[in-house]
């Protein structure tokens, strides 16, 4: 399988080539010169597999560099029962990603909250890992990972990159402004290739301090500094087996059709479904959830892709949605025109210049539907409301980027055909997000027993002045070290 930039780049990587990097070199994303089809004949014999059978034959169609005997082992190790073992009560840890259904074989939620950190992103970002050490040990080489985080993405980090060889992580996260899980979450973690550096000041001063890094190129490539972004293909790449995961789970039989309603932020997520749904997978519809930081609930109703202002962003109690643009929308639109380079790098000409497109009256908007797309947005209002109905009806206590999917699917049902299985995908867990459970029961979140009592470990972190140079001297202390 080759690679080509959605820019029109002349080169054709390979998935080794790309798995470290970042964006392609004209700017563009990665993505597979074609999707592979998935036959009949495959989804009946895919049907029973565990999770990690499921995945090594999935991306064995994208990553055809690697050996199949060593993909199939590093799929093995990835998911186990051992690393996503936070199960709710009563449905198997072994299936990875169990269906937990509300309303039996008609409305139910895919748990992808179960790995170490307790949001999707780990379903990812564990094999991301096991990838990393295989490439960097065949190569001799290594990475050290910079990044910023105000919770979710860098503690899955953290945990994805734990112990392995030739990787470093070096997180920056704003010093006393998490909440006290979360610190612990992250900065409880003992292994020596992990840097959390507590950084006086907001998030923002965090990001600023990895950009500045980043952009001094020959620091760069001395200190082998690399990133672990929601852009990164390979990310995407491991997100498309939940959905096949889900449809085999959500169905009794592959005549059926299924729905999955996504909480969205950058995209990636639902980005994966898009393209399961390219490979053929009988998906029905894809309902798209995004908060009160609505552009791309916008774009789907309108045709309009407008990015926020950073100042135009709200800080929701769904913080992991909390995006102005939405890094990995250029691989839909990539395939809304069409597949045709020159038009999205005109596209994003205006959107990198801090502008806007509009696709509205377009042939390209009038083929959306094609694509299976519905949208909706949710509210602070909306969440606390769901939170506290899906808790009443139906026993069940969901986080609140959850909460904004179902509140969405619930508006968006109608979209659904009958007597189609429509699935919420669950992306966190409620312990993450006490405050906001709290508001909306009235009692404290449910807490799996293996995280009891985390905040009082010891607790390894620098805390250090937002400054450029000081973060630097720490690296190369650390590296050379
Ligand atoms: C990252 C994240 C999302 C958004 O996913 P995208 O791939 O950015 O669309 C939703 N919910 C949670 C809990 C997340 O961590």
Redesign the pocket.
């Known amino acids: 399988m080759k690679y080509l930039s959605t820019r029109g780049h002349a080169a054709r990587p390979e998935f080794c080539d790309i798995l470290l990097g970042g964006l392609a070199p004209d700017g563009g994303l990665y993505l597979p010169e074609s999707y592979p089809q998935i036959s009949r004949a495959e989804l009946d014999a895919w049907r029973g597999l565990s999770y990690a059978e499921l995945s090594f034959e999935i991306l064995s169609k994208f990553i055809t560099d690697i050996p199949p005997a060593d993909l199939k082992a590093i799929c093995d190790k990835t998911y186990t029962a051992d690393v996503y073992c936070f199960a709710r009560p009563g449905d198997n840890a072994a299936d990875i990603t169990p269906v937990h259904w509300l309303e039996k074989g008609r409305f139910g939620l895919l748990e992808l909250s179960n790995g170490p950190t307790l949001?999707?992103?780990d379903m990812a970002m564990q094999l991301l890992g096991n990838l990393f050490e295989y490439v960097l040990d065949k190569r001799g080489e290594q990475i050290n990972i910079l990044g910023a985080t105000s919770g979710?993405?860098g503690s899955a980090a953290e945990y994805a990159m734990r112990g392995k060889h030739g990787v470093r992580v070096f997180m920056l996260s704003p010093h006393g402004k998490m909440s006290a899980f979360q610190r612990a979450q992250m900065y409880s973690l003992q292994d020596e290739n992990i840097y959390n550096i507590a950084v006086t000041g907001m998030f923002d001063d965090a990001q600023d301090i990895v950009k500045a890094v980043s952009n001094d190129a020959a620091f760069k490539a001395k200190y082998k500094i690399g990133a672990v972004n929601?852009i990164n293909w390979a990310r995407v790449a491991a997100q498309i087996v939940y959905y096949f995961k889900g449809y085999f789970a959500g169905t009794s039989s592959n005549d059926q059709q299924i729905a999955f309603c996504v909480?969205?932020?950058?995209?990636?997520?639902?980005c994966a479904g898009h393209i399961a749904r390219q490979m053929g997978l009988p998906i029905s519809r894809l309902i798209l959830a995004t908060n009160e930081n609505d552009v791309l609930d916008e774009f789907f109703r309108t045709g309009v892709y407008r990015p926020r202002k950073a100042a135009e962003t709200h800080v929701t109690s769904?913080p992991?949605?909390d995006?102005s643009k939405a890094s990995?929308f250029e691989r839909f639109i990539f395939d809304l025109v069409g597949r045709d380079p020159a038009k999205v790098a005109e596209l994003w000409k205006s959107v990198d210049a801090g502008g806007a497109f509009d696709l509205s009256g377009s042939a390209e908007f009038s083929r959306l539907d094609n694509f299976g797309f519905t949208s909706g947005r949710s509210s602070h209002a909306d969440r606390l409301a769901t939170i506290r109905q899906v808790f009443e009806q139906y026993g069940a206590m969901i986080?609140t980027?959850t909460a904004d999917g179902v509140k969405v699917a619930w508006d968006c049902a109608g979209s659904v055909p009958a007597g189609v299985p429509l699935l919420v995908l669950e992306?966190?867990l409620p312990v993450k997000f006490a405050e906001t459970i709290r508001e909306a029961l009235g009692r404290e979140p449910e807490r799996p027993a293996q995280l009891e009592g985390i905040e009082a470990l010891p607790q390894r972190v620098e805390v250090m002045a937002p400054d450029v140079a000081a973060v630097k001297q720490f690296v190369v202390r650390h590296v050379a070290g």
């Open positions: 949001a999707f992103k979710d993405t929601s909480p969205s932020g950058n995209f990636g997520n639902i769904s992991s949605m995006i990995n986080d980027h992306t966190a």
